[in-house]
């Protein structure tokens, strides 16, 4: 197998990849229902890609794709994203605060989502979710594609946005009369959903979307690499959804339906390392809690110091090793594009060093004991 030569990168390369929580801009306008009473303060942030906003004001922090967006929504305690349906996978990360996400043709089945829980929420089905708790809330959204299509509205919550003058157009950009935007015409807009195919949109149970929900008390952090037995590595994963970085054979994803982008938890102790690697696929860090040194090049001779609810984008082909900074518990959420199982390439010095302390990779990428494992080559 051969592999693209190793991207270099500047420092200046480097820190535009890191977008910092004072970076993350709101929009308030961004859905048909901004001026619903109970929806009117929601925010949408636009984070890597433009998502699924409707709003020409939306900001986007990197426009770069990366084969799926990411973006976030911050909300009042109270306050309701309204039911609506995605095209592509739309997952929810909720960071902080409580949230019940509701589903189904009227928002009939639901599920109380705490901080570190994971829902992926199946296309084509109406969902929404209102913050619960006392606070302000704030959900990460990792959503499948390039291009998700926008959304298609409840058709109880398009009538009613049109008593406000707001409007759908069929390219996903809202229209508000109030502004002085014309009156559109109806096979200009998105109408509200006949009857009938609301009635046949397909139902999930909440039996059947527990098989779609990560939960914090649930994760397995196992360690992950050809380096756990190293000095002040070890660190551990904890998949989510799809085939990602881990090379621990025991570990399995729970969600296994195609995302465009597989999920995983990273956590590392304080001063663990992740010793140098090389990845194919573009790879998106979101530090949930503590703060990560990230190392960028061979000779790791660029680093950039990621502080938590920060977003970074590493490129493909970019050298990158990780520390852990201070005295607390690192974790991070680790999005990697493609439904591909992921091959981390460790360098030939950490394989060598790996060997010596009895591991090594077997043919299928995987830790083993390296006494076991046969020098094969077909003959020739």
């Known amino acids: 197998m051969t592999h693209p030569e190793t991207l270099e990168l500047t420092q200046k390369q480097a820190d535009v990849r890191r977008v910092k ?4 801009t709101s929009c308030t306008v961004a859905f048909i229902d901004c001026k619903k009473p109970g929806s009117h303060l929601k925010e949408n942030y636009s984070i890597i890609g433009p998502g699924v906003s409707s709003s020409k004001d939306q900001v986007v922090n990197l426009p770069e794709p990366h084969g799926f967006n990411v973006g976030a929504a911050a909300m009042p305690g109270g306050i309701t994203n309204n039911l609506h349906i995605h095209f592509t996978a739309e997952v929810f ?13 009227h928002g009939e ?10 829902l992926s929420v199946p296309t084509w089905i109406f969902r929404g979710f209102t913050n619960t708790g006392t606070d302000d809330g704030w959900i990460f959204t990792i959503l499948g594609g390039d291009n998700t299509g926008g959304v298609i509205f409840h058709p109880d919550i398009i009538t009613e946005a049109a008593e ?12 508000d009369t109030s502004k002085g935007d014309p009156v559109p015409a109806e096979d200009e807009t998105i109408l509200p959903m006949p009857a009938k195919d609301l009635a046949a949109i397909r139902d999930i149970s909440p039996s059947e979307m527990t098989k779609h929900i990560v939960a914090e008390a649930d994760r397995d952090f196992r360690p992950a690499f050809i380096d756990a037995e190293l000095p002040n590595c070890g660190v551990e994963i904890a998949p989510i959804l799809g085939y990602g970085i881990t090379q621990n054979r025991d570990h399995n994803p729970k969600i296994t339906n195609p995302h465009t982008f597989s999920m995983e938890w990273l956590r590392m102790q304080a001063g663990q390392t992740i010793s140098p690697f090389v990845l194919d696929e573009k790879m998106v860090l979101i530090i949930r809690h503590g703060t990560v040194r990230l190392y960028l090049n061979e000779g790791g001779d660029v680093y950039v110091d990621l502080n938590a609810w920060e977003t970074y984008s590493i490129p493909a082909g970019a050298v990158r090793s990780f520390q852990c900074l201070g005295d607390d518990v690192s974790e991070v959420l680790v999005v990697v594009a493609g439904d591909h199982r992921k091959w981390p390439r460790f360098q030939p010095g950490v394989l060598d060093a790996a060997k010596k302390a009895g591991k090594a990779l077997d043919a299928g990428g995987f830790v083993a004991k390296a006494s076991l494992l046969p020098n094969y080559g077909l003959g020739g």
Do not use: C, M, P
């Open 21 to 24: 929580r004072s970076d993350y």
């Open 109 to 118: 089945h639901s599920f109380e989502a705490l901080e570190g829980d994971v």
């Open 93 to 105: 990360v909720v960071q902080k605060g409580s949230f019940t996400f509701q589903w189904g043709a």
């Open 164 to 175: 406000y003058g707001l409007y759908i157009s069929k390219n996903n950009t809202l229209i």
